[in-house]
C-alpha cells in the first residue's frame, strides 16, 4: 500500500509518498529525495521555490517467535 502527502515550506512544494508494500511498520528502510537516496533519515527543508518529490519506503521485516 502507498499514500501521498503534499507538504507547502514557505514557496516550496514536496510531495512525499510513502510505500508499504508488505504492510509493515517497523521502521524507515530508505528516503529519496528527488530520486536520490538520503544517507540520513532526515531531510533538510529548503525554501528553493521549487516542487520535490520524497519517496519513503517502509521497512518490512520478516519476525518470528521463538516459543
Not at 528516503?31 to 544517507?39: A, F, P, R
Amino acid at each position: 500500500s502507498k499514500y501521498e502527502i503534499e507538504y507547502v515550506y514557505e514557496n516550496t512544494l514536496s510531495k512525499i509518498i510513502v510505500k508499504n508494500p508488505n504492510h509493515k511498520q517497523s521502521g524507515v528502510k530508505n528516503i529519496y529525495l528527488d530520486n536520490n537516496l538520503l544517507m540520513s533519515h532526515e531531510i533538510e527543508l529548503v525554501d528553493d521555490e521549487r516542487v520535490h518529490t520524497i519517496e519513503v519506503e517502509m521497512w518490512s521485516v520478516k519476525t518470528t517467535l521463538a516459543l
